[in-house]
């Protein structure tokens, strides 16, 4: 049996997103662990999360997590999603500047004000559907149609990703979805992104990198 730990650390919809694993995954063993035990368990590990980097970094400091995703990120199936790929990456702007876990070299910035979407100015955070356009094969879009629409809540977005495999425009474009080896990131809510997103979500359960 497939066991996967959803990262708990007190800065996300959990609910929903161990309910879009179960229904995708009926025969795993999904559950919540706030400890490095339940990381070392796992065959695959979820990095949810919402909200201020800073606060979900203080989090994961706080409940000794960043060794054990470290580490975990070097043997097994990993995905983050939501703001999971910002904390995967090297530094976000955000609260004045935070170090990310270091997983994918770059950047997180802040939506331009300045910019617009259908000659409008754009409204922050990004939040509703868009589309992902799929930049690059990978088995997490098997059975996804290009241009599929998926669903956002975010201020900030990843900054020129050399291993982005999605691309969403929002007044500028920019990497939607990562991955590399055994890591992948998803900016977007697959828990909330009707069939798509739980498509996403089945075919990261049966990835095998």
Same mark, same amino acid.
């Given at each position: 049996?497939? +066991?996967?730990?959803?990262?708990?650390?007190?800065? /996300?919809?959990?609910?929903?997103?161990?309910?879009?694993?179960?229904?995708? %995954?009926?025969?795993? =063993?999904?559950?919540?662990?706030?400890?490095?035990?339940?990381?070392? @368990? %796992?065959? +695959?590990?979820?990095?949810?999360?919402?909200?201020?980097?800073?606060?979900?970094?203080?989090?994961?400091?706080?409940?000794?997590?960043? =060794?054990?995703?470290?580490? #975990?990120?070097?043997?097994?199936?990993?995905? /983050?999603?939501?703001?999971?790929?910002?904390?995967?990456?090297?530094?976000?702007?955000?609260?004045? /500047?935070? =170090?990310?876990?270091?997983?994918?070299?770059?950047?997180?910035?802040?939506?331009?004000?300045?910019?617009?979407?259908?000659?409008?100015?754009? @409204?922050?955070?990004?939040?509703?559907?868009?589309?992902?356009?799929?930049?690059? @094969?990978?088995?997490?879009?098997?059975?996804?149609? !290009?241009?599929?629409?998926?669903?956002?809540?975010?201020?900030?977005?990843?900054? !020129?990703?050399?291993?982005?495999? /999605?691309?969403?425009?929002?007044?500028?474009?920019?990497? #939607?979805?990562?991955?590399?080896?055994?890591? #992948?990131?998803?900016?977007?809510?697959?828990?909330?992104?009707? !069939? #798509?997103?739980? +498509?996403?979500?089945?075919?990261?359960?049966?990835?095998?990198?």
């Amino acid at each position: 049996m497939t +066991r996967i730990a959803v990262i708990d650390y007190g800065m /996300g919809n959990l609910h929903s997103v161990c309910k879009a694993l179960a229904h995708v %995954a009926p025969q795993a =063993d999904i559950f919540l662990t706030t400890e490095a035990s339940g990381i070392s @368990k %796992a065959d +695959r590990i979820l990095l949810p999360g919402q909200g201020a980097i800073a606060a979900c970094m203080a989090q994961l400091q706080t409940l000794d997590l960043i =060794d054990p995703l470290l580490l #975990a990120a070097q043997e097994k199936p990993f995905l /983050g999603i939501c703001i999971g790929p910002q904390l995967m990456m090297q530094h976000s702007e955000e609260n004045g /500047g935070v =170090d990310g876990l270091g997983l994918f070299d770059g950047q997180v910035v802040r939506f331009d004000t300045e910019l617009t979407d259908q000659q409008q100015p754009i @409204k922050i955070p990004h939040m509703g559907w868009n589309t992902i356009s799929q930049t690059a @094969k990978h088995p997490l879009w098997s059975g996804i149609a !290009d241009h599929s629409h998926f669903y956002y809540v975010h201020s900030y977005h990843l900054h !020129d990703s050399e291993h982005t495999i /999605g691309e969403t425009t929002y007044g500028c474009t920019f990497p #939607a979805a990562i991955a590399r080896d055994n890591i #992948a990131g998803l900016q977007a809510h697959p828990e909330k992104s009707s !069939d #798509a997103g739980l +498509r996403f979500l089945a075919n990261f359960v049966d990835w095998q990198p």
